[in-house]
């Protein structure tokens, strides 16, 4: 059984920032690759930042480039977005998830997590 436990949601004023963490086992950590996507109400769940891990980048998309960092920690099996300049159009649910090849894609997804709400006011 495959679990991603994502923490570090919440409400930030615009300009603030967040730290969202995603864990997975260790098994998981080393079979699939990680990424992020969200789902703001109303809308479709797109990508927001994975690691390549065949050639080594960072792929973001673009509304976030710029101001959130995808980083890994091996050691602990848990993937990182750091989250800056935050903008009220950044408000969603931030989903975790894991592909065999670099998510960036619904369907490259073969699991996800729970979700963690990022809430952004002006």
């Known amino acids: 059984q495959v679990q991603l436990v994502e923490s570090g949601g919440g409400l930030v004023q615009a300009g603030g920032s967040l730290r969202l963490s995603c864990a997975a086992s260790?098994?998981?950590?080393?079979?699939?690759?990680m990424g992020w996507f969200r789902q703001a109400p109303g809308k479709e769940r797109v990508f927001v930042a994975t690691?390549?891990?065949?050639?080594?980048?960072?792929y973001y998309a673009d509304s976030v480039k710029g101001r959130f960092t995808f980083s890994r920690d091996n050691a602990k099996n848990t993937v990182f977005l750091q989250m800056n300049s935050l903008k009220p159009e950044d408000t969603a649910v931030y989903y975790c998830?894991?592909?065999?090849?670099?998510?960036?894609?619904?369907?490259?997804?073969?699991?996800w997590g729970q979700g963690t709400q990022v809430t952004v006011s002006s």
């Open positions: 690691f390549g891990p065949s050639t080594g980048n960072v």
């Open positions: 260790r098994r998981t950590f080393t079979f699939y690759t």
């Open positions: 998830a894991a592909g065999q090849s670099a998510p960036t894609t619904l369907t490259a997804v073969n699991y």
